[in-house]
């Protein structure tokens, strides 16, 4: 069974910084596109970053994406945090292959929560 398993999230003050992992299991990080999204209460999840170096505007410079094959593992290491990076952050694998359909797997998130 896939598994994607978030860690790191936290409380920090604003300007701290942050890093989150993604520890996946039944799948190989390196065989999937990997990414990070978040999500806002009442809000839509929206994308934060990706393995093919896409950055949201809103976190361009401050966050690095990062993946480790022999770990099976990919990071999100966030800097210069402020109150409006407050969300839950989740873990994506997805997939699109031409004989066995496409996949997308999500973690069930990681709270980040930015405040004085």
């Known amino acids: 069974q896939v598994q994607l398993v978030e860690s790191g999230g936290g409380s920090v003050q604003p300007g701290g910084s942050l890093t989150l992992g993604c520890a996946a299991s039944?799948?190989?990080?390196?065989?999937?596109?990997m990414a990070w999204y978040r999500q806002i209460p009442g809000y839509e999840r929206e994308f934060v970053a990706s393995?093919?170096?896409r950055y949201a505007d809103s976190v361009k410079g401050r966050v690095t994406i990062s993946r480790d094959n022999d770990k099976n593992m990919v990071f999100l290491q966030m800097t210069n945090l402020n109150p409006d990076d407050t969300a839950r952050y989740f873990c994506?694998?997805?997939?699109?292959?031409?004989?066995?359909?496409?996949?997308?797997?999500w973690g069930q998130g990681t709270q980040v929560t930015v405040s004085s």
């Open positions: 994506n694998a997805h997939r699109l292959a031409l004989f066995v359909g496409s996949e997308d797997y």
């Open positions: 393995m093919n170096g």
């Open positions: 039944g799948i190989r990080v390196s065989a999937y596109g």
